[in-house]
């Protein structure tokens, strides 16, 4: 026993530990020092900080040095090779034992079908038109639920984890967990077609036949917003994993960006000539670029920062094509009986007016029509959902090899799924930090350029003017409504010469009298350039009450006499 635990002792002193399990590893040499911090306590705190961060940055850019590889693709040894030439079958045996598990094909009834993968890749769900519904994890092949609805499902998505998942039913939208117990149903999501799950807003988007779209809080199961698109029924429906903005293509070849924070689209843009089918954001660009594709057989590549025109352009043969970009920018197209997979490079390359883009992979399905597109993350598979079922093939280097586990682990176990779960509740977002350009978020505001000059030394901005300046700027100042209480007091300054002068509060309170008089409020709507007779009515009776009250002051300070009455005052009009 004692030699035991000595040679465990002797490994124990022998083995060392990697940088990253270091806590007491020396920091750098260039850590900044706090000699000017008189406070001792603070002054050791500051130097434990910047030496942790200063330890930090060494090791990322020791990890850093893992991922300086090119991500392996395909390539062939001569130019009169072709990539696309290359079957699955080939490409399955020149592939490992475990990445060949991903090509599979399911034979189901009850399609067309859809697919849609959790974040972490582990975990699949996938719809049925008929009502069969289903959850599993596709590499261990364990079922987590099976439902047979017997109504029409549209589609389906996995909520912040596998635990619960969405399905847009014929009606409502419900939301099961994960043994397929009916948790809720969401009645004002009205004859659902798509859906969509916001990961870190905790939102559930959908789109229906009603044309309307809403967002609903799954952690307190409220609406947040319902937008109202007046483009009727929507069958297309994309996220930008960027800046969480949906898209939304609609049957009149228009394409909209909303947040639901605007009740009216952010961008909208003629995309086609006929209906929206397929619509996809690029998330290896940092939602740079969108793929459109409509009924009338073309395919769009847009540029996300300008909207000015298309990158690329191309026809494709069978109409409608549903779209899918990858982690590391692949686009796939599945349009009549085939899959067709275009590289980054090729997609960016500028090649002749509307002519496709270099074939990378392609791959016949007979089972029409294909329904939807889904590549696996961190995985090189592509699965596609068609009438027969579902199919998986490999396409190499689509996948991101490298994974964040504190975003999506794939190996996570139950206790850190709990705690990314709690850690994401605490770390919701806001809808209204949704916009188009996620940096602004945080970032002062520009100056304005508005500016006008009330006197001849400083120049002050537009919305720091008074009211009455403002509306001199925009012509729009009506003097007749305003009280002259400047006269007023010229007038007292006039007639009493031993006046206090008035403080500051007291000239605030004056100046502020009577505005909010009923009668002011109607001028104030009547300030237009139409002659109102009630409104000159009114002015003008204004105007004699102002005289009466300064004839009065006058003859109270003895600056004028009072007239004497008449008898001929009886015929005086009042």
Not at 269 to 280: E, K, M, N, Q, T
Not at 361 to 381: A, E, G
Not at 418 to 437: A, F, H, N, S, W
Request: hydrophobic residues 35%; charged residues 25%; proline residues 6%.
């Amino acid at each position: 026993m004692a030699s035991s635990v000595d040679s465990l002792f002797v490994k124990a002193q022998n083995t060392t530990l990697p940088k990253s399990l270091r806590p007491t590893s020396p920091p750098p040499d260039n850590v900044p020092k706090h000699k000017h911090v008189k406070d001792l306590k603070l002054r050791t705190k500051l130097n434990r900080q910047a030496a942790h961060a200063a330890r930090s940055k060494a090791l990322v850019e020791d990890a850093e040095l893992l991922l300086t590889n090119e991500a392996g693709k395909m390539q062939v040894e001569t130019e009169l090779e072709r990539t696309w030439r290359i079957g699955q079958d080939d490409i399955v045996q020149s592939a490992s034992q475990e990445a060949a598990k991903g090509r599979r094909e399911l034979k189901l009834d009850g399609g067309p079908y859809r697919s849609r993968y959790s974040r972490n890749g582990r975990h699949l769900a996938i719809v049925g038109n008929m009502g069969h519904v289903a959850t599993f994890d596709w590499q261990t092949g364990a079922m987590h639920a099976e439902l047979q609805l017997q109504e029409t499902c549209r589609d389906i998505t996995f909520l912040q984890d596998q635990s619960f998942f969405a399905v847009a039913q014929k009606k409502y939208v419900f939301i099961y967990d994960r043994d397929g117990v009916e948790l809720h149903r969401l009645k004002a999501h009205i004859e659902p077609t798509r859906l969509e799950f916001l990961p870190y807003h905790w939102l559930l988007a959908s789109v229906g036949n009603n044309g309307f779209l809403k967002y609903q809080d799954t952690s307190t199961g409220h609406i947040v917003a319902e937008h109202r698109t007046k483009l009727g029924a929507c069958h297309t429906l994309a996220q930008n994993k960027h800046n969480a903005v949906l898209h939304l293509g609609h049957s009149n070849g228009v394409v909209t960006l909303w947040t639901p924070n605007i009740p009216h689209p952010a961008v909208q843009i003629l995309a086609h000539f006929g209906p929206v089918v397929g619509l996809s954001v690029d998330p290896s660009s940092g939602g740079r670029y969108m793929a459109t594709s409509g009924q009338d057989g073309v395919v769009k590549v847009w540029d996300c920062r300008n909207w000015k025109g298309t990158v690329r352009e191309w026809t494709t043969r069978g109409g409608g094509a549903e779209l899918e970009w990858s982690a590391r920018g692949a686009l796939s197209v599945a349009v009549g009986g085939s899959v067709n997979v275009y590289t980054k490079l090729s997609i960016q390359t500028s090649h002749a007016p509307k002519a496709p883009p270099p074939l990378y992979l392609t791959h016949p399905i007979p089972h029409r029509p294909l329904t939807s597109v889904r590549f696996c993350p961190f995985q090189d598979i592509l699965t596609i959902g068609h009438n027969a079922g579902l199919s998986s093939i490999l396409v190499p280097g689509v996948g991101e090899p490298n994974f964040d586990s504190m975003e999506a682990d794939p190996f996570e176990n139950k206790k850190a799924r709990r705690e990314r779960e709690v850690k994401g509740l605490l770390d919701k977002i806001q809808p209204d930090m949704i916009t188009l350009d996620p940096d602004f978020v945080g970032a002062l505001a520009p100056p304005t350029k508005l500016t006008t000059a009330v006197n001849d030394t400083h120049d002050i901005p537009f919305a720091r003017l008074p009211r009455l300046e403002r509306l001199r700027v925009q012509g729009k100042a009506d003097e007749t409504e305003l009280v002259d209480d400047d006269d007023e007091d010229v007038a007292d300054g006039d007639g009493d010469k031993n006046a206090k002068p008035q403080s500051r509060m007291e000239k605030e309170k004056r100046k502020m009298r009577g505005k909010g008089k009923s009668v002011k409020r109607y001028l104030r709507k009547q300030r237009k350039n139409v002659i109102d007779p009630t409104a000159v009515a009114i002015r003008a009776k204004l105007e004699k009450q102002r005289e009466e009250k300064r004839v009065a002051k006058a003859i109270e300070n003895g600056s004028m006499e009072a007239r004497k009455p008449s008898a001929l005052d009886r015929f005086r009009r009042p």
